[in-house]
């Protein structure tokens, strides 16, 4: 069955420091992809996604490129803010729209 | 700008007794899943609703669980008798339709424990 795995958290860096979350999917097909952020104490927000091989997903900052020679996802921000800290979910969905997510990436930015 | 809600945001429950954990979903959205995250483990699919029937549901959710949207604005998922093992972070979303791509919305979770 379709599968997502993240890079293992959790990731602390200093503020402007450079990102990537690592993320790789195992699925039939073409999937659509996905990166979810969870800010402390509100639910999952779609960050952005991509819909098709070499699609670039961008906001806020954060990239993220469908490479399906590699089936990766990798997030990547090029300066980070305290205020980017959160958890950070990886997920595909296929067909019938069910998310298939991997298990979360927590990243702390210090000052 | 719409959001799903989700009540209670903290659940405590004993062992045995029913729990109904509510959302809200966003008022034009026609598609509803709800999902559950054990602590420290993946985000799982629960079940996907659609036009008041199940659409796809996961592995995990056997017969203690159930859902219903009783009055056209709720969405609920029932637990009949909780175990242990159901204690996780419930999230609700719902999406406007099912196209490739489509972004799901989500609640910001329903806390269950059981003890």
């Known amino acids: 069955g379709n599968s997502v795995t993240q890079m293992e958290g959790p990731v602390t860096l200093s503020e402007e420091a450079f990102l990537t979350i690592n993320c790789t999917y195992t699925a039939t097909g073409y999937p659509s992809l996905f990166w979810y952020v969870q800010y402390p104490g509100e639910g999952l927000q779609l960050l952005l996604k991509a819909t098709k091989a070499d699609d670039k997903g961008s906001n806020k900052g954060f990239e993220a490129t469908y490479r399906k020679e590699t089936t990766s996802f990798h997030l990547e921000k090029g300066s980070v803010q305290v205020s980017d800290s959160a958890v950070y979910f990886c997920a595909l969905s296929q067909g019938a729209q069910k998310l298939v997510f991997g298990q979360g990436t927590r990243l702390t930015i210090n000052p | 700008e719409p959001e799903v809600t989700q009540t209670p945001s903290h659940q405590v429950t004993q062992m045995g007794q029913e729990v109904i954990l509510r959302c809200v979903p966003i008022s034009n959205h026609l598609y509803f899943y709800w999902y559950r995250q054990i602590l420290g483990q993946k985000v799982e699919f629960l079940v996907s609703?659609?036009?008041?029937?199940?659409?796809?549901k996961s592995e995990i959710f056997d017969d203690q669980f159930s859902v219903e949207r009783p009055d056209g604005s709720n969405f609920t998922l029932k637990i009949r008798s909780t175990k242990l093992e159901d204690s996780a972070m419930y999230f609700c979303?719902?999406?406007?339709?099912?196209?490739?791509?489509?972004?799901?919305?989500f609640g910001q979770g329903t806390r269950l424990t059981v003890v």
């Open positions: 609703f659609y036009n008041n029937e199940i659409s796809e």
């Open positions: 979303a719902s999406s406007e339709s099912r196209g490739q791509g489509t972004e799901a919305f």
